[in-house]
């Protein structure tokens, strides 16, 4: 998507349509081999046996396999050396590890010994709350990470290579252009990318009637993208017909499902995943939510930290078995979910199964041109010593984005999110950023990371 260096991105931003679809190939190709190489080969087969497998077989062996971690993790790293105790060690005895710790820590949890798994990179997440969490993980752990996302999407008929329509928050379009297209075509994936920053009720038809041209058998993305465009299918009366929608990175809200399930003739299946590679939770054609248990050993927990019950709100915490460049054991995901008392589902594939994933329901903001736009931790990824951060919508087209950090760092953070906002909102948006001591509370007391005031609404 060659947006990698500014340099690229200027030239890439002044080429037509067709120019940045071929810049987008041509970056696709060149990254092939590091997002499926032999590691994406490898798991793909291992997980065509494993889905089928016992549910208790798989339990024991991520016990297992997140104990050994552990081990290494106490030889490795500074931080868990000093957390973990002497000796063996029960899997309770290894305290949950916050969003917090990963922040202050990230460096000292990395594994000292780099020689047992080959290339590493940095990925960053910014997390709802806007603050930024920077992970070392192999090149391995990623395309296993992407060999669980195909697997997932072949259960619903849509196996690697098929014609697919990507709605997921990739700044594709400049936020400065006002007719389409506001796509891109990977041709040598037959993807087609949607911008999720030019949703305004004008573009919408544009969109509609791309997505009918391109003809996809699987359509993912946030969902609400998805459900803005299922809306306009709907308005312009076009018949498309995908096998499978699925959705990601955001919650999955009811009225969503319901425009998709109208606008496209399918059930949208869940993906439930993160950037931190800790805990995987998909939905499969019965409508179940599945854990899988081979992807990380995953937990539910109560406000105790003991077992939840069925059908009770918990917390996800899970243990990234697949990145061994960096220790990431009892990770609180901030998510939360409710177990199933259900026990196996009639697919027959294994994992415990999920009632319901909660998540952190995300919040649009309505920007200068007014476009609706979701997901805007994105914001946030590149900003560096900010404790905290919101969006604070007072009117349609005018945000406020307040930082929590010390005077020093605020002018470098102001620039690094001025520069996001470039790519994803339009020019006509009012963007105020101000150093705050604290988060703006609505009256549930509660920070939402994107806050309306009452006249947005
Ligand atoms: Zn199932």
């Not at 990395?110 to 047992?116: K, Q």
Request: hydrophobic fraction near 40%; charged fraction near 25%; glycine fraction near 8%.
């Amino acid at each position: 998507m060659a947006y990698g260096s500014p340099v690229l991105r200027q030239i890439y931003d002044r080429l037509p349509g067709w120019g940045r679809s071929l810049m987008t190939t041509a970056y696709a190709v060149r990254t092939y081999g590091s997002r499926f190489g032999a590691g994406y080969e490898r798991w793909s087969k291992i997980l065509e046996k494993t889905q089928f497998e016992s549910t208790e077989a798989l339990r024991a062996r991520s016990l297992q396999e997140a104990l050994e971690l552990a081990h290494r993790a106490r030889s490795e790293s500074a931080f868990f050396a000093e957390r973990l105790p002497e000796g063996d060690f029960s899997w309770e005895e290894v305290p949950i590890l916050t969003k917090q710790d990963v922040r202050e820590h990230m460096q000292q949890m990395h594994a000292a010994d780099r020689s047992a798994f080959g290339r590493t990179v940095v990925r960053r997440t910014s997390g709802t709350t806007g603050t930024p969490l920077e992970l070392l993980q192999t090149v391995e752990a990623v395309q296993r990470e992407n060999a669980f996302a195909w697997q997932h999407r072949s259960w619903h008929g849509c196996p690697r290579g098929c014609r697919t329509a990507t709605l997921a928050g990739h700044p594709v379009v400049p936020t400065s252009q006002d007719r389409p297209p506001y796509w891109v075509h990977n041709r040598y994936e037959n993807q087609l990318i949607f911008s999720s920053y030019h949703m305004s009720p004008e573009a919408m038809p544009h969109y509609a009637r791309a997505l009918e041209r391109f003809t996809p058998d699987l359509i993912h993305g946030y969902p609400s993208s998805i459900a803005l465009v299922a809306q306009a299918v709907l308005d312009e009366g076009l018949a498309i017909r995908p096998k499978a929608v699925i959705t990601a990175s955001e919650t999955l809200l009811s009225h969503q499902r319901r425009l998709i399930r109208d606008a496209f003739g399918v059930e949208p299946a869940i993906w439930y995943g993160n950037t931190e590679l800790a805990g995987n939770i998909v939905e499969c054609p019965e409508g179940r939510l599945h854990v899988r248990e081979e992807h990380s050993l995953t937990e539910f927990l109560d406000e105790h930290g003991r077992p939840a019950a069925p059908g009770s709100e918990a917390r996800l915490v899970a243990t990234a078995l697949g990145n061994p460049a960096m220790f990431l054991l009892r990770y609180d995901t901030g998510d939360v979910v409710v177990p199933s008392a259900e026990e196996r589902c009639p697919c027959g594939r294994a994992g415990r199964l999920v009632e319901q994933v909660v998540g952190r329901v995300e919040d649009y903001i309505i920007d200068g041109a007014g476009r609706r736009i979701g997901r805007l931790d994105h914001l946030f990824k590149d900003v560096r010593d900010v404790r905290e951060a919101q969006i604070v919508q007072e009117t349609p087209g005018r945000i406020v984005v307040r930082l929590i950090c010390d005077r020093s760092a605020f002018g470098a953070a102001r620039q690094a999110v001025l520069r996001e906002v470039r790519m994803r909102l339009s020019p006509a948006t009012i963007v105020e950023i101000e150093r705050a001591s604290r988060l703006d509370r609505g009256p549930s007391g509660k920070a939402a990371f994107v806050r309306q005031m009452s006249a947005a609404r």
